[in-house]
């Protein structure tokens, strides 16, 4: 028995110190590929195992290659692949229950290809594609491994995203530490993301100082992708759990659209800016702060969060700008921003702006945003500043706040943009006049001088995507007040060549400088075309009645206005003056009795911008009920759906004017004839 023990117990040692001289990690292999091609669901293999055991085991793989899943076999490169990769665990610590551990990882020429298909198919989901899914469990929060030294050799990763339109190169490499510098880990991009070129050069601290809380992880990356340029650099203490941010993050571009791509925001088309400010995030928000800068010529500075977590993603805005031009916030009403929409429309014959209203992707982004301006730059414009605060939410736009200061008084406007089919949008509109001066008003036309307050409602309620369109096919109202004016002085622009605002004003029996007393507007919108319930217009010695339709489907006019004298010591209009055709370039045409007088069998016309056409007329109102009637009416049933009458202060109004009647027509003259016309009546006069 003794010797039968002896012999089995040399025989196993024997096979111990054989298994010892000849074991082979590779005799492995083949169950290793079993295993990994198994729980990844596509072809593994490793050509060779090496494992050194101890209480820190370090296990290496040679020539890993991870192959592409079912459905991707025409790419021609392997899903992953590394010359060798090593992992080295602490199995003590784990065995003890203090975690895992892993004081190393190292890959040799990592490659990867990863890949995304149009039709939402992609290669990095590891399931199984003949499975059948099942029901959600909830899942238990497992701590993060403690991670060691990573040093990663000629690192080269494919990015192809069908639906972001890229397809980039992540080329990455590690460094190590020297002194007391810490080892980094660097990051370049190249290739094209969302369609256009992208390129990166990103440093950033080793994975060993991302888990340390004690040691600052360090970021300084720049991006350029198309003509947009980023760079974010600083440092955040303890970045797993969103604490110690200290990250300053710049932008420059030619249009903030194009931040959409890497940002997730829509954001409208504006002119070229570049801004700068700190960056930080908790769990919840992702914060711009403090941020500062230029967007065309204005400045614009506040803060933006953005809760990615929800779907959409919400985004909480506070902006403030000190200077501010208006046309550099053109791109959010549709318009160009910039100067090009005024160049635009100078040589167009519309003067209603059709650019479909710029609201893009409003169904990716939840947002909330308050703006102020405290200062408004723009010579075209007599306002001062500007609050605005506007929502959207699930594809609607509430404007809750639009409002301008005009010296004392406010123009301010609220509505809502609903989607409507075919890229439309159901709208509707209010605007809110109080208390303009007409003097600052009329300020940037250089034409008009004098005072008064203007004050009333402009409603609207249309179905469009355009200025245009909306107009075109709206039904509301305008109910406007002009009261309390002052000295006017209205000169006409330059027409044909020939400066004649003079001229025609005596011509016409007008003096140049009449006191402006009253002036009413009520007329309503019914399918695009605006009609007249009351339009009056007097000054000391003259009173104009207006009749007829402004047709904004088509922009054009077909109005009559009438001019009598209220006093025996000046001229007055024998008749009606019709105006007719484009908005942008109308036709004035005297009445018979007009020409018959200023110019016998000749005929009379007269085209100058829309602009200047109400500064040909003196306004004011004498003393008497006219206005105070014509008020009573507009506040009794005024087309805008609200009374005029506490927007302006003391008041005037109008009264109704004479139903249209047939328009004489007469014979356009030579611009050497109307000279003629004007020098002939002003010997009269």
């Known amino acids: 028995m003794r010797r039968a023990l002896a012999i089995i117990s040399g025989a196993l040692a024997v096979i111990l110190v054989l298994l010892i001289l000849l074991w082979n990690w590779d005799w492995f292999v083949p169950l290793v590929n079993r295993r990994a091609s198994a729980a990844l669901h596509r072809p593994v293999t490793i050509a060779h195992l090496h494992v050194r055991l101890g209480l820190t085991t370090t296990v290496a793989v040679d020539d890993l290659q991870i192959h592409q899943p079912e459905g991707f076999e025409s ?12 992992v080295a665990v602490n199995v003590w610590h784990y065995i003890t229950h203090k975690g895992l551990e892993v004081p190393l990882i190292a890959l040799d020429t990592p490659k990867g290809d990863i890949v995304a298909l149009a039709n939402g198919r992609n290669n990095y989901t590891f399931t199984d ?12 929060s497992t701590p993060l491994p403690k991670i060691g030294t990573v040093t990663i050799t000629d690192g080269d990763i494919r990015v192809a995203m069908a639906k972001l339109k890229t397809d980039m190169h992540v080329l990455l490499h590690t460094t190590p530490a020297k002194g007391d510098q810490d080892g980094t880990i660097v990051v370049d991009l190249k290739g094209r993301y969302a369609q256009a070129p992208i390129s990166g050069h990103i440093v950033g601290g080793s994975l060993l100082t991302l888990t340390n809380s004690t040691r600052p992880y360090p970021i300084d990356a720049r991006l350029e992708n198309g003509p947009t340029y980023v760079t974010l650099r600083g440092s955040v203490d303890d970045p797993l759990h969103f604490k110690g941010t200290k990250l300053v993050l710049h932008f420059a571009g030619p249009d903030m659209s194009l931040l959409y791509a890497l940002t997730g925001i829509p954001i409208p088309q504006t002119p070229s800016y570049s801004i700068s400010g700190n960056l930080d995030y908790t769990a919840a928000h992702i914060r711009f702060t403090n941020f500062a800068g230029k967007m065309g010529s204005s400045d614009i500075g506040g803060t933006i969060a953005v809760d990615p977590q929800t779907k959409p993603i919400t985004v909480d805005a506070n902006l403030h700008s000190h200077n501010v031009d208006l046309k550099d916030l053109g791109g ?18 519309r003067i209603l702006p059709s650019t479909p209203i710029n609201v893009p992707k409003l169904n990716s982004v939840n947002a909330h945003l308050v703006y102020k301006g405290d200062h408004i730059e723009n010579k075209d414009m007599p306002l001062d500043n500007i609050l605005a605060d506007i929502v959207v939410q699930d594809g609607a736009i509430t404007i809750n706040k639009l409002n301008f200061a005009v010296g004392n008084g406010t123009l301010g406007l609220s509505g809502a943009l609903d989607p409507a089919a075919n890229g439309q949008f159901k709208t509707h509109f209010k605007v809110d006049v109080s208390r303009l001066s007409i003097q600052r008003l009329m300020k940037a036309t250089e034409t008009f001088k004098g005072e008064g307050t203007l004050g009333g409602h402009i409603t609207l309620a249309a179905t469009g995507n355009s200025i245009a369109s909306l107009l075109g096919h709206g039904d509301g109202g305008v109910t406007l007040v002009v009261d309390h004016g002052g000295d006017v002085s209205a000169l006409l622009p330059d027409l044909m060549g020939l400066k004649v ?11 140049q400088r009449s006191d402006l007393k009253c002036f009413i507007a009520d007329m309503p919108l019914r399918q695009g075309i605006l009609s007249t319930n009351s339009l009056l217009l007097m000054t000391n010695n003259t009173r104009t009645l207006g009749g007829g339709t402004v047709n904004l489907r088509n922009e054009t006019l077909d109005y009559h206005v009438t001019t009598r004298s209220t006093s025996f010591n000046i001229l007055s209009f024998p008749g009606r003056v019709n105006i007719s055709g484009p908005i942008k370039s109308p036709t004035i045409m005297p009445g018979a009795e007009i020409i018959g007088r200023a110019a016998a069998t000749a005929g009379l016309a007269i085209a100058f911008p829309p602009a200047a056409l109400l500064p040909t007329i003196q306004f004011g109102v004498g003393k008497g009920s006219a206005c105070e009637d014509a008020l009573g009416q507009a506040n009794a049933n005024p087309a805008a759906g609200i009374k005029p009458g506490s927007t302006t202060g003391a008041g005037a109004a109008t009264v109704q004017p004479n139903s249209p009647a047939s328009q004489p027509q007469g014979k356009k003259l030579s611009r050497k004839q109307i000279h003629s016309v004007w020098k002939e009546r002003l010997k009269q006069n």
Do not use: C, D, R, V
């Open 332 to 349: 959010f009403i549709g318009a160009k921003p910039g100067h090009e929409e005024s160049k635009k429309a100078a040589t167009s014959n």
């Open 129 to 140: 594609p003949n499975a059948k899914p099942q029901p959600a469990s909830p899942q238990q």
């Open 75 to 86: 790419e021609q490169e392997l899903f992953a692949s590394a010359k060798k990769a090593t």
């Open 501 to 511: 605002g003079s001229a025609i004003l005596s011509a016409l029996g007008i003096p």
